[in-house]
């Protein structure tokens, strides 16, 4: 009777952990995928920003000819 009882609280005891571990890594893939929202908005910012300075500065070399 111990050993059907040991083998019970085991499996539990696997599944339990599974779990704590497959609701760790949904919480962390939800952060990197905020993370890489974040980062993308960052970078589509620059992007814009350097646009307008190039052309700004293109402006700038014409109005120099």
Known sequence: MFWPMLAIALGFLGIAVLGV??????????????????????????????????????RTGDALR
């Open 21 to 58: 571990l497959g609701i760790r890594v949904f919480i962390e893939a939800q952060r990197l995928g905020r993370q890489v929202t974040h980062t993308t908005q960052r970078i589509n910012r620059a992007a814009e920003d350097l646009e307008r300075a190039a052309t700004d500065l293109a």
